[in-house]
Each structure stands twice: as C-alpha cells, then as structure tokens.
C-alpha cells in the first residue's frame, strides 16, 4: 500500500536505485515502489578530510554514485531512466568516519571505537531527475542527509569477537547491523530506525512530496541543510496530479547536464557541429526598442499536444502483439517482426523507433527488445499486464473520444456516432458480442489485478466476515482480499453474462480460499447479505438517481456497523488537481452518463444512505479508496 501519495508520482517513472545494499531494495519495495536495481560502480575514495562535516561526505557520496548510474545507463544503453536514487551511509564517531570495514581486524577496531558510546549515523540520498534532450542527458539533483543517534552497550571483548565471527558487520557501515543480530547491542535509538538500515524513508518521501508539491513561494522553509543553491525559475507545477508529466525545473533542484556540473537558467544550449554544447543569448528588441526574450519552449503543452500520437503508437503496438514477440523471441530487427506480423517493413520500423524513443523498447545493434515494465505490464501474459485495458483503449475508447467535441457540445455520451448504433444501456452495448464481452472484462481485470492490493489494504478490513463485491466482474479483487483477510467470505455479483464468462481469468495452481459467484442485476435483483459491500469502478458508471437506487438497496440489508468501500478515482473537492480522475470524467462522459466525484460528493451521496463515518484513502495508485459505516 501506497500510504504517502507522493510516492505515487513515481509509479508512472522508470526509477532505477543505484545500490546493491539489500537493505535499502527491501525497504523500498516494502512501500509498493517499483524500481530497477543498477548498483553503482562509483568508488567510495573521495577525500574524507576535504568535507567539513561528516554528512557532507555521504551526501555527496550518494550523489556520484547515483550520478555514476545515470552516466553510464544513459550512453550504455541509450534507455534513460526517468528518476535514478543514489545513497550512501556512514557511522561518525568523534569526528570519524567509519565505512564498512575491510577485514575481521578492521571490524574490531569499529567496534571498539563504538563500544558504550553514543555516535551517529547519517545516510546521504540523492535524487536526480534525468531528461533525455537531443540525446544529452539532462539531469536535475536534489540530495539531503537524515542523522540517526544510537547507543551501544557496554561489551565485552568476548561479545564482539562472537559478533564479528557471525560474519554479520562485514558489509554494513560501522561494523553492525541494527537490525539483525547487532540490534542486542544497541542501548537506545534516537531518530529514524531505517536510516540506520541504510535509507531514510520518512525524509526520502518528505523531499519528494517538496518536489512534486513545492510550497508557494512565500510559505518556503528553509531546511536545515541542502547543499543545492535554490533556483529561482523553478516552476510550480499546479497540475500535481500529472503522472504523465516529465519532471521539469522544481524547488530544490538543481540542473546539471551529464557531467555533473550545474547549469544556471535561461541559458540557451545548442550544439555545434562538431559537437560541442555552445551557450548564446539572442538580443531582440521589440518596437519600443526593449529587449525581449522569446518565450522558452512550451514543453508541456507541447508533450500534450502530441500525446495522442505516443497513446497510439502504444496502443496499436500492443494491439499488432509487439511487445509479445519480443518478450519471447527478442531482440528483433524491424524486417523479422514485420514478417511476423504481416505488416510493412517501412511501417513497423517506425513504430519500434517511436516506441524505442518513448522509452517502452530498446534498440541495440542486435535489434529491438522490451524493457522489463514492458515486459510486465505490456504483453497479454504478464502478471499485472495492461493489455486488455490497451486493447479496449484502442477499439473502444478511442472511437469513443473522437467524438469528444461533440459531448462536450451535447453533454452526452458518444456510443451512436462512435459506433453507428444507439446507445442502449452501457453493459448491454459492451456485451452484446462474446467478443466485446471478453474484451471489456479483460479490460476491468487488468485494472483489477494492478490495484487490487492497494483497494484491499487502504483500510485494516479484517473486522469484517462476508464481502460481497457488487459488479465485481472476473474476481480479481475478491482473489485478493481472501488472501489478505483469510476469515473474509467474499461472494462477487455481476451479471449472468459476466459469470458465464469468469472461468478464462481464473488463476490456476493458486491454493487461496475460494470466492464464491452469484449472478444477479444489482438494479433489480435480490442482493447477497454481507457485512461489506464493495463497489470498485461502479458508482462512475451511474448518474446520481441510480446511485440513489442502489444505494438504497444496500443500506436496507445492512446492520448498524455494517459497511461500504468504495473504490473510484477520487477528485479533489476544488476539482482542479488530479488530471487523471479529471480526463477519467471526460472518459465517462463520451461513454455513459456517469462521472467521476469528488469525495465530498461521495460523502453526501452515502450519508443519505444512512452512511457516516466517511473516511478517504488516496492511494497513489489508479484507485482511490473510500471506506463509510451504516449507523
Ligand atoms: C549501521 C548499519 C548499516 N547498514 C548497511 C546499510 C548499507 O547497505 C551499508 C553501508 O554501505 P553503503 O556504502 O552505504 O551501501 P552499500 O555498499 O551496501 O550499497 P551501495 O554502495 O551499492 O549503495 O551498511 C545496515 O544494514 N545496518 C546498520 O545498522
């Protein structure tokens, strides 16, 4: 679960940690992260002495060793990752630095130099931002460092020489880890445990949040080290929903290009001939004979408008089954996947460079071949794969928001111009064919098993002993709250045709507690008794009197302390942030005559209902949570 929503603006990203440290994977991927790991090969040997405070060393330790990463991922493999995290921590004692020690010998010395005293520890992170322009590289860096005071015990010779043969301190900084069996000699811990451990989270997702939320410019604290001078043309991103959006220029970064040197703002770089980055400014003097600078380059609204060409290529690239014959016969030249798939040479060719270039492939000499987040979330048979979802995209939906000027002028769904035939009720048109009914439930199970975990864990659930997730299609959610909540009885209702279809996407092998399925019309028809009721992706499908219907049904079977959880994208109250759940509601306009809500809207609509207690969950994922109690 995803409990700081700003680690969520990395889901989108290719981040890549730059560390072997097990420690610092585990506790990130403990938090939902999803990252390569590329250790760095930056040697730990600059000049203790020449810094003049021990936490200046890590930090700009963990800066070249992420910027090391970023370098070399960058030339080597022409892939470069959106967001690359260095770190580096160290034990100071009187002044002291002690790494991790070389030897049995050297351990003991650490040991000793540590024994019955207070010393620090202090792990420096830094983050840097890559931007691939004209194939430079582009990189903006924001490092800080989190102090941690431990104690240790006094110890006996014997002891330490017992730990040090349990061969545990040997790749740990000062000689210990805390977490393991040096725990029992450590008296007291004051600050961030898991710094200690080699990461601070809590200061890691603080610095993004001031990233990616940067405080208005009067409300700026200063902060009680950054060893980057700030910048005044950093923009404030007002959309800072935008998962999509590349990391620009933001408080408290600093710009570099791939030599780690810093570059100031406003400066044009070009490059010459014979390749050389060249700075010029261009005097203009406009009538009044002022000077004036032509505005810089409108990125964002540049990558928008064109976002349509790269969700195409994407789409029809997963629809021609690409990224499948890559997956398992990759690296391919352009010719021998054109032969594959029946397509043009010429054509293919400049698909897989655009995909190349969007950073979905990687062109080698050898060929072309799939990143690995292609590789999981791309082709038909990977575990989180999107392809049913990308698949309607392209033969539904984007049919569907053609028409998008013409909802936007009607106030009205699409289905009639999109698809020549008029608009029945929204599941009647998705079903009508066997093909249009596993096309829509391959595209609700895709969604379903990507935010499934993050829906189950949003709230502590295990009070609760029966479910019944109403319209809860292919049960890829049920799936998860059983085994998250074993004493969970969870029953899915949807409609018969859905039932009818739900053995293609049941798991095989997997020994979980089974969900039971009940077919059923949640408008018309007797619903299961539960202590819960889910509703995932429904209540965007309806206007507010059907709501109000089945709202009603539910509250008439439920008990006091019985409940209903919600899972929507949720807006925010001034609907002006969240540009995913925003263009979500332009997805259900062309569509159905549903829309995406704010959570004070859900709130009103639940606590006619008899529902209070509402509490909201923004999970960081695709799917917010909502969780409300009958009273
Ligand atoms: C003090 C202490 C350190 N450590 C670990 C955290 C770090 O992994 C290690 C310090 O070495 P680092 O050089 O910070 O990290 P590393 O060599 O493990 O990985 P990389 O350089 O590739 O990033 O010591 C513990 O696991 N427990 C502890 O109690």
């Not at 409990?3 to 072997?20: F, I």
């Not at 024994?115 to 004209?134: Q, R, Y």
């Not at 009720?425 to 998705?430: A, C, E």
Request: glycine residues 6%.
């Amino acid at each position: 679960m995803v409990l700081s929503p700003v680690l969520g603006k990395l889901v989108s990203k290719r981040v890549v940690l730059a560390s072997a440290s097990p420690r610092r994977q585990e506790i990130l991927t403990n938090v939902g992260l999803r990252f390569e790991v590329v250790p760095s090969w930056f040697k730990e040997t600059l000049e203790k002495s020449s810094f003049a405070a021990p936490f200046e060393y890590a930090v700009e330790t963990a800066r070249q060793k992420a910027l090391e990463v970023a370098n070399r991922m960058h030339v080597k493999h022409m892939r470069t990752p959106d967001v690359v995290i260095g770190a580096d921590t160290i034990v100071s004692v009187d002044e002291q630095i002690l790494e991790k020690p070389v030897d049995k010998q050297d351990a003991y010395r650490m040991l000793s130099r540590l024994n019955g005293k207070e010393h620090s520890v202090f792990t420096g992170v830094a983050i840097i931002h890559c931007h691939s322009k004209d194939s430079k590289l582009e990189m903006e860096i924001t490092d800080f460092y989190e102090e941690t005071k431990v104690k240790f015990s006094e110890l006996s010779e014997e002891l330490l020489w017992e730990y040090i043969h349990s061969g545990e301190p040997m790749d740990k900084a000062g000689g210990y880890g805390i977490q393991a069996l040096g725990g029992m000699l450590v008296e007291y811990v004051h600050g961030d445990f898991l710094n200690v451990v080699g990461f601070p989270l809590n200061h890691f997702c603080k610095k993004l949040a001031e990233l990616y939320y940067p405080p208005s410019k009067h409300n700026v604290q200063h902060k009680k080290y950054d060893s980057i001078p700030s910048v005044d043309t950093f923009e404030n991103l007002s959309d800072g929903e935008s998962e999509s959006s590349n990391f620009t220029e933001h408080k408290g970064a600093s710009k570099l290009d791939s030599s780690g040197k810093h570059s100031s703002g406003g400066v044009y770089t070009s490059e010459n001939s014979s390749g050389v980055r060249t700075g010029f400014t261009v005097p203009l003097e406009n009538q009044n004979g002022v000077s004036q600078r032509p505005p810089e380059v409108p990125s964002k609204i540049l990558e928008l408008m064109d976002g349509f060409r790269a969700s195409k290529a994407l789409l029809v690239a997963s629809k021609l089954k690409i990224f499948d014959h890559l997956k398992h016969k990759g690296p391919l030249k352009a010719v021998d996947i054109a032969n594959e798939i029946g397509t043009s040479v010429c054509g293919t060719e400049r698909l897989l460079d655009a995909c190349a270039a969007l950073g979905l492939l990687e062109k080698t000499p050898q060929g072309y071949g799939n990143t690995d987040s292609v590789n999981t979330f791309l082709t038909s048979d990977g575990e989180y794969s999107l392809h049913g979802y990308i698949i309607h995209s392209n033969d539904h939906l984007w049919p569907l928001f053609t028409n998008l000027e013409s909802a936007i002028k009607e106030g009205s769904r699409q289905n009639h111009r999109a698809f020549g035939k008029k608009a029945e009720d929204l599941f009647k048109d998705y079903y009508h064919s066997q093909e249009g009914k596993q096309c829509f439930m391959a595209a609700m199970h895709s969604i379903a098993r990507l935010t499934a975990r993050d829906v189950a864990t949003a709230f502590d659930l295990s009070r609760f002993k029966s479910a019944c997730d109403l319209g809860g299609c292919t049960g890829a959610l049920a799936r998860e709250l059983v085994q998250i909540y074993p004493n969970l009885k969870v029953t899915v209702f949807d409609l018969p045709e859905v039932i009818a279809n739900i053995s293609y996407f049941q798991p095989s092998g997997q020994h979980t507690a089974p969900v039971t399925f009940v077919s059923g019309d949640f408008f018309k028809d007797k619903l299961p008794e539960a202590d819960l009721y889910i509703l995932s992706r429904i209540l965007h499908d309806w206007p507010d009197e059907k709501i109000h219907v089945l709202l009603s049904k539910i509250s008439a079977l439920c008990r006091p302390g019985c409940a209903i959880l919600l899972a929507e994208m949720v807006l925010d109250d001034e609907k002006k942030n969240r540009s995913t759940a925003l263009l979500q509601s332009l997805n259900m306009l062309v569509q159905t005559e549903g829309k995406e809500r704010s959570g004070s809207e859900y709130q009103a609509l639940l606590e006619q209902h008899g529902f209070t207690n509402v509490k909201i969950r923004i999970t960081g994922n695709l799917l917010d949570v909502i969780l409300c109690v009958k009273t």
